[in-house]
C-alpha cells in the first residue's frame, strides 16, 4: 500500500517560473489537502479538496492553484514563483469514519531564487 | 477563536520526566483527536487518536479528552530525548471529515 506519494522530493526554481507539486493517494479518500510549512513553523493550509471536482482555498491560497479531477490525484500549481514560497509543501489525506487518520506524503522542498 | 489552538512551546522537559502536551478547539460537536509527531525535517507521523472522554494509554503515551471543556491533551511519560519533536494535535470536524490541525508545540527533552 503506497499512501500518498509525493513527486518531486527537491525542487529549485527561478523567479517566475511555473511547476505542479504531483500528489497521489491509492486509499479512496474524499478528503485531500496542500500545506505548506517554514523553517520552525507550523503547517499552514494552502487549499483542500472534498472529492473529485471540489477544492476549496485554505489561509494562504495566493500563488497557488489546485484541481481534482479524480479521486487519486491533487496537484498543485505555482505559477510565477517567488521566493516567498522557497517552503516545504506536503499533502495529505483522510478518509470517513471517526478513527480513520490523515496521512501525509514525505515532503517536497522547493526553493526558489 | 481559531479551530484548533497549541501552544508553540518550546516546551523544556528534563529526561525521565513527563512531558504534558495541550490542545483546546473550538467546534463542540467534533468526534475524533488525534495527536501527531513532527521530527525536523520529516512528514507528521500519528502518535494516536482518541474519541471517548477519559484515558487512552498507548505504552509511554497517554491521551485525555475532555468534550465538555474542549481539551484534549498528551502526556510523554519517561521522556526521552528521541521525543524531542513538534506535536501537532488534529481534530475532525463534526460538520464534515475535514481534519484541522493545530500550529504544533516544540517539545525539547534535556538529557
Known amino acids: 500500500n503506497a499512501g500518498v506519494t509525493q513527486t518531486p522530493k527537491f525542487r529549485i526554481l527561478k523567479i517566475g517560473q511555473s511547476m505542479t507539486l504531483q500528489c497521489t493517494q491509492d486509499?479512496?479518500?474524499?478528503?485531500m489537502y496542500w500545506y505548506r510549512q517554514d523553517p520552525g513553523m507550523g503547517l499552514k493550509l494552502i487549499y483542500y479538496?472534498?472529492?473529485?471536482?471540489?477544492?476549496d482555498k485554505g489561509e494562504v491560497p495566493n500563488g497557488y492553484n489546485v484541481s481534482r479531477s479524480t479521486t487519486e490525484d491533487f496537484p498543485l500549481r505555482l505559477e510565477l514563483a517567488a521566493p516567498s514560497q522557497t517552503s516545504v509543501y506536503f499533502c495529505?489525506?483522510?478518509?470517513?469514519?471517526?478513527?480513520?487518520?490523515?496521512?501525509f506524503g514525505q515532503g517536497t522542498r522547493l526553493t526558489v531564487v | 477563536q481559531k479551530e484548533v489552538e497549541q501552544n508553540s512551546g518550546p516546551l523544556s522537559v528534563p529526561e525521565g520526566a513527563i512531558a504534558s502536551l495541550n490542545c483546546t478547539y473550538s467546534?463542540?460537536?467534533?468526534?475524533?483527536f488525534f495527536w501527531y509527531r513532527q521530527y525536523s525535517g520529516k512528514s507528521p507521523e500519528l502518535i494516536m487518536f482518541?474519541?471517548?472522554?477519559g484515558d487512552k494509554e498507548d505504552g509511554r503515551f497517554t491521551a485525555q479528552l475532555n468534550k465538555a471543556s474542549q481539551y484534549v491533551s498528551l502526556l510523554i511519560r519517561d521522556s526521552q530525548p528521541s521525543d524531542s519533536a513538534t506535536y501537532l494535535c488534529?481534530?475532525?470536524?463534526?460538520?464534515?471529515?475535514?481534519?484541522?490541525f493545530g500550529k504544533g508545540t516544540r517539545l525539547h527533552i534535556l538529557p
Open positions: 486509499m479512496n479518500h474524499n478528503y
Open positions: 482518541i474519541y471517548s472522554n
Open positions: 479538496s472534498v472529492g473529485a471536482g471540489i477544492t
Open positions: 488534529a481534530v475532525r470536524m463534526n460538520r464534515d471529515d475535514k481534519i484541522i
Open positions: 495529505a489525506s483522510n478518509g470517513r469514519g471517526l478513527n480513520t487518520e490523515a496521512f
Open positions: 467546534d463542540r460537536g467534533s468526534q475524533s
